[in-house]
């Protein structure tokens, strides 16, 4: 006994289009706080910090790519409109695919957003300590009278 179903493609890509859209938002978000994190710590910022940021970058790209071609699938899907099937079709079973991997998308991206933000700041906090040290070293060696004087002198 097999049921006929109505897959509304085009209801799919609006809502497909709407978990993308929010997703770009986060990603959007996640790179202004990326750069508010390094405009107030440009001192800190060395060769370890630019290489966390590339990656996050390059997963950043990664992602949008997705999207960009998560968007065009949609779209081509949402011309096909309205689709009487039944429930064994496969057409059926593959309906909300697209959905589902905008969510997914939208999954990973906040996973970047989160990971990789308290990472970078992590590492910017471990840097300042360092630093905070180094300066502390200085002027502890300076308040005894000791002068400091390197290998290459």
């Not at 991997?101 to 906040?110: F, G, H, M, V, W």
């Amino acid at each position: 006994m097999s049921q006929q179903v109505q897959i509304n493609y085009q209801q799919i890509a609006v809502q497909c289009n709407s978990v993308c859209e929010v997703a770009e938002a986060q990603l959007k978000t996640m790179e202004e706080m990326l750069e508010r994190i390094k405009a107030n710590s440009s001192t800190l910022l060395n060769a370890q910090t630019a290489a966390l940021e590339k990656s996050i970058m390059g997963e950043r790209d990664a992602l949008t790519e997705e999207i960009q071609a998560l968007r065009a699938l949609t779209s081509q899907q949402a011309k096909q409109g309205i689709i009487n099937t039944n429930n064994h079709d496969k057409r059926y079973e593959h309906r909300n695919d697209s959905i589902e991997a905008a969510r997914r998308l939208k999954t990973r991206i906040d996973m970047l957003a989160s990971k990789k933000l308290v990472e970078f700041n992590g590492l910017l906090d471990m840097l300042l300590s360092k630093s905070i040290s180094e300066s502390y070293e200085r002027l502890r060696g300076g308040d005894n009278g000791m002068v400091v004087v390197d290998s290459h002198t």
